[in-house]
């Protein structure tokens, strides 16, 4: 229901992905090598493209999205 729920929000824009995925970038679990969030086991490049995505560690958060 929720992977269902967030590709079907639609996209958010170029810009916000960016940021969200930078985050992702920076932190400790991520797996670079395969692109993979450790806790939840998405694929961060298209888990950050949707609008109802959200990061187990909440770090997608507007406070720190704005950081970025």
Same mark, same amino acid.
């Given at each position: 229901?929720? $992977? @269902?729920?967030?590709? $079907? *929000? ?11 995925? %930078? /985050? #992702?970038?920076? =932190?400790?679990?991520?797996? *670079? *090598?395969? &692109?993979? #969030?450790? /806790? =939840? *086991? #998405?694929?961060?490049?298209?888990? %950050?493209?949707?609008? &109802?995505?959200? #990061?187990?560690?909440? @770090?997608?958060? &507007?406070? &720190? /999205?704005?950081?970025?």
């Amino acid at each position: 229901k929720e $992977t @269902y729920d967030a590709v $079907t *929000s639609g996209f958010v824009e170029k810009e916000r992905q960016a940021k969200r995925y %930078t /985050i #992702c970038e920076g =932190c400790e679990d991520f797996r *670079s *090598s395969i &692109k993979q #969030c450790k /806790i =939840c *086991s #998405c694929f961060m490049p298209a888990k %950050t493209l949707f609008n &109802k995505s959200k #990061c187990p560690k909440d @770090y997608w958060n &507007k406070e &720190k /999205i704005n950081d970025y």
